[in-house]
T-cell receptor, first 113, second 112 residues
């Protein structure tokens, strides 16, 4: 079965550094999402993306965050200047049209030191 | 706004035991309800769903019934196996945006 692929699986960075989390959605999917889960807390919606633009974003998704689909296959989440509280598991997801079923990647564990 | 509250874990069971994970929700509209499962080292996978009141979702021996009167969607399995060890997430989405609101997840460990 096709999979959503995320890289890296673990990322350690220093506070203030920029990080880019990478995702390869399933090829015929048109809608893309980022979620995150801080340890011990709920999985939280960050942003949805369709037709090369953000459809919706949460209040977590401030100016430090950006998303991009640079080449028609990758879907990236950039954090410009990481904070300690950005440490979390970040999940990418995609879905085809006209279905509620999201397909998730296995996540990137981001640790900000 | 929408929110999901699920039973806190961790839950540890013996093989063949009965499993229940409680989930209740708050929503403004008529949401669809989901259970996602995350096996170790893998992404979240859709386990089952129900899209309207009184619907029952089922998959791999798991069941959950959409109860509008109690705003609940409890997950049950009659006889768990070691391979059911995972983190289980209850979630909802409002039709139209497909954005999921998740519960905190419940870690289930099944011992042989």
């Amino acid at each position: 079965e096709p999979e959503v692929t995320q890289t890296p699986s673990h990322q350690v960075t220093q506070m203030g550094q920029e990080v880019i989390l990478r995702c390869v959605p399933i090829s015929n999917h048109l809608y893309f999402y980022w979620y995150r889960q801080i340890l011990g807390q709920k999985v939280e919606f960050l942003v949805s993306f369709y037709n090369n633009e953000i459809s919706e974003k949460s209040e977590i998704f401030d100016d430090q965050f950006s998303v991009e689909r640079p080449d028609g296959s990758n879907f990236t989440l950039k954090i410009r200047s990481t904070k300690l509280e950005d440490s979390a598991m970040y999940f990418c997801a995609s879905r085809p049209p006209a279905t509620e079923k999201l397909f998730f990647g296995s996540g990137t564990q981001l640790s900000v030191l | 706004g929408n929110s999901v509250t699920q039973m806190e874990g961790p839950v540890t069971l013996s093989e063949e035991a009965f499993l229940t994970i409680n989930c209740t929700y708050t929503a403004t509209g008529y949401p669809s309800l989901f259970w996602y499962v995350q096996y170790p080292g893998e992404g979240l996978q859709l386990l089952l769903k129900a899209t309207k009141a009184d619907d029952k979702g089922s998959n791999k021996g798991f069941e959950a019934t959409y109860r509008k009167e109690t705003t609940s969607f409890h997950l049950e399995k009659g006889s768990v196996q070691v391979s059911d060890s995972a983190v289980y997430f209850c979630a909802l989405s409002d039709m139209g945006d497909y954005k999921l609101s998740f519960g905190a997840g419940t870690t289930v460990t099944v011992r042989a």
